[in-house]
């Protein structure tokens, strides 16, 4: 099967202000990342802040310029095209964000804020047809088809965060990145969203690259985990088997850190602790990246950087596996 | 007795709409070297009936109602035994000294343009007087020390910004210690930090209950941290108290739809393909709250008693209660 996205030694670095004699430094927010994503998939991205995962994220859906590497976008690159080709592509690759206070002008009616993609990308003849389709997309996330008229003060966060899956359906997008939809709201109301997305992705086929710090609902919704650390892609596979079976690490150490609501369990826990803290992206360590937290470092660590490459079911990027 | 026993607290706040009754007649009790959880979602009061027992109401906030006993002695504004000055005075000596609070935003707690070694003996001044400088610098360090951030002596001379999230945060928890407080609360302590720096803080709180004997009390949105951290817990809901119980009886043989529907609706990641069952609806607006059960409109169960009265409260263990409707018609 070809997959929809596929992304190839991506790489997104920020320069960073330096003294005028000083060499050029970089902040490499996403480097050397590989990963496709499948049809009708959820790709889910995890790790601390300050992993590059949003940013991955905003690459693919070119908010931000790749450095280096390619997107392929249902096979074709999607790094460097420009005007009406990428205007396709941003009719087709669309995104939710986290914070929907912050995402919906508060000045336009929900109304005319579902229509503005339309209207952007020609989509609908006549304003009744786009009012009709909007109260429409409103019905599909469960709001009411007469909530166009009314300003977004006027809902609580949930209720928004569905305004705004609403303004990304009416495009038709093939592929949503959806950076932390749920991490803004109230645990009864996560719930909801979530269930409307896998709703959403079952009607209309759309691939999802689902980014978020709670790993407990990456898990339910994802299909395949990827687990980065430091702008790189450590461990990836297939969800359930990356939750009972995690190689990296790293990714151990971050699924042993989730807290599960059942107190029986959660009395007879080990954490598998990891010392210290995330070091800055401007001074990322030789070799593996997590080897200065790493419990099982070896010589070899400092040296060479490892790479993603297969170890039974999932791939990973660790030198235990050499 | 316990060291803090709230009863029928009633906190409202003034608001150009009209009266918000953020707390509706709550009654907690903790004791010491206890972990106990307040669970709620925003809204639900669980934080401005901690700020009541604080004397931390914002201007706008009144306690209506209710009587705050803190070791013995009560602090309940309304009802304490002096004049509103001495009140004031009295909530100082004890703020930071013998209750201490832990926020939820670590970067707007601590001030910018002030060394972490000067807010860190900030409440030991305050509280203690009678110390030399070496002393106190000597306090500083092992403060640091206790809450795990390495080389505290350099740390001390630093400033907020060059420190991060989680070293922030167990800063805040230091000094929250600095004066062996008897009772902690902590208002969301974890809910802007990484899974990993969670863990650390988490069990940083079990060994302060564990090493001062103090009581804890949690305020979070998040079962798995109740789950890991506490041994009683309150469940809140429109301003009100609407079960509680050990950990145990409210994770394995909660009774109130709510409480059952909020632990539908979390992910549980040891259970695969695991079925989330969400809550319909959203919370009751506290401007004109419902007569009877605040989740009403929201529970699949509700029958029309449940709009109109407020259940008594029902006793189904020396430590489990629970206020519903359902508990009456021995449906549960």
């Known amino acids: ?322 | 007795m316990s060291l803090l026993e709230i009863k029928n607290l009633k906190t409202s706040f003034t608001t150009e709409q009209g009266m918000v009754q953020a707390v509706r007649n709550v009654s907690l009790s903790v004791d010491e070297g206890e972990i106990v959880g307040i669970v709620g979602e925003s809204g639900s009061g669980k934080s401005q009936s901690m700020y009541s027992v604080m004397g931390l109401l914002s201007e706008n906030g009144i306690i209506e109602d209710g009587s705050i006993v803190f070791d013995g002695k009560e602090i309940c504004p309304i009802k304490f035994d002096g004049t509103q000055k001495e009140w004031e005075k009295y909530m100082e000596s004890i703020r930071g000294n013998t209750i201490s609070m832990i926020f939820q935003d670590p970067m707007s707690f601590l001030n910018p343009v002030l060394t972490i070694e000067k807010q860190l003996i900030e409440p030991i001044l305050n509280h203690r007087k009678k110390l030399n400088r070496d002393q106190l610098h000597t306090m500083a360090v092992e403060l640091l020390t206790r809450v795990g951030i390495p080389s505290p002596a350099e740390r001390l001379k630093q400033y907020p910004h060059q420190l991060s999230g989680g070293m922030r945060q167990r800063v805040i928890i230091a000094i929250a210690l600095a004066c062996s407080p008897r009772l902690i609360i902590a208002d969301e302590p974890t809910t802007a930090l990484d899974v990993t720096i969670q863990a650390k803080i988490l069990e940083l709180i079990k060994d302060m209950r564990k090493n001062l004997g103090s009581g804890v009390i949690l305020i979070t949105h998040d079962l798995g941290v109740v789950a890991s951290t506490c041994d009683r817990v309150y469940i809140m809901y429109g301003g009100k108290i609407v079960e509680s119980g050990t950990a145990d009886e409210i994770f394995y043989e909660g009774v109130h739809p709510y409480a059952k529907g909020l632990l539908a609706c979390v992910n549980n990641p040891e259970v695969d393909d695991n079925e989330l069952r969400p809550i319909p609806g959203s919370p009751p607006d506290l401007l004109a709250p419902p007569a009877g059960c605040p989740f009403v409109d929201r529970c699949e169960h509700a029958m029309k008693v449940c709009k109109l009265y407020w259940p008594k409260e029902k006793s189904l263990s020396d430590t489990h209660k629970v206020h519903c409707w359902l508990t009456e018609k021995g449906s549960i």
């Open chain 1, 1 to 322: 099967m070809e997959p929809i996205l596929k992304v190839e030694n991506l790489k997104t670095f920020f320069p960073v202000a330096t003294s005028m004699f000083g060499k050029k430094k970089y902040l490499k927010a996403v480097n050397d990342v590989s990963f496709e994503v499948f049809e009708n998939e959820t790709f889910g991205l995890v790790g601390e802040s300050g992993c590059g995962k949003s940013t991955l994220g905003r690459t693919i859906v070119k908010i931000y310029e790749p450095t280096d590497g390619k997107v392929w976008f249902e096979g074709k690159d999607v790094s460097t095209i420009k005007g009406d080709e990428l205007k396709k592509f941003r009719k087709d690759a669309q995104m939710i964000f986290q914070d929907p206070y912050a995402s919906l002008n508060s000045r336009m009616t929900v109304g005319e804020i579902i229509r503005e993609p339309m209207d952007i990308h020609d989509l609908y003849p006549t304003s009744k047809e786009k009012d009709e389709k909007a109260s429409e997309l409103l019905e599909i996330v469960g709001l009411k088809p007469d909530h166009i008229r009314r300003y977004p003060h006027e809902f609580s966060g949930g209720q928004r965060q569905r305004i705004s899956i609403a303004r990304t359906l009416a495009l038709n997008p093939k592929f949503i990145v959806c950076d932390e939809p749920i991490s803004a709201l109230d645990v009864s109301i996560q719930a909801q969203i979530i269930n409307l997305l896998e709703k959403i992705q079952e009607e209309r086929n759309i691939s999802y690259l689902f980014i978020a710090h709670d790993l407990g609902a990456v898990k339910h919704i994802s299909d395949r985990i990827g687990a980065m650390y430091l702008g790189s892609l450590v461990e990836v596979g297939e969800s359930n088997e990356l939750y009972r079976n995690p190689l990296h690490p790293y990714t151990r150490a971050l699924l042993s850190a989730i807290p599960i609501p059942d107190p029986h369990l959660m009395r007879n826990r080990e954490i598998a602790a990891i010392d210290g803290e995330i070091p800055s992206p401007l001074n990322v360590p030789s070799g593996c990246a997590f080897r200065t937290r790493c419990p099982m470092a070896m010589e070899v660590c400092a040296k060479d950087t490892p790479k993603l490459r297969k170890v039974g079911n999932s791939q990973v990027a660790c030198h235990l596996y050499d």
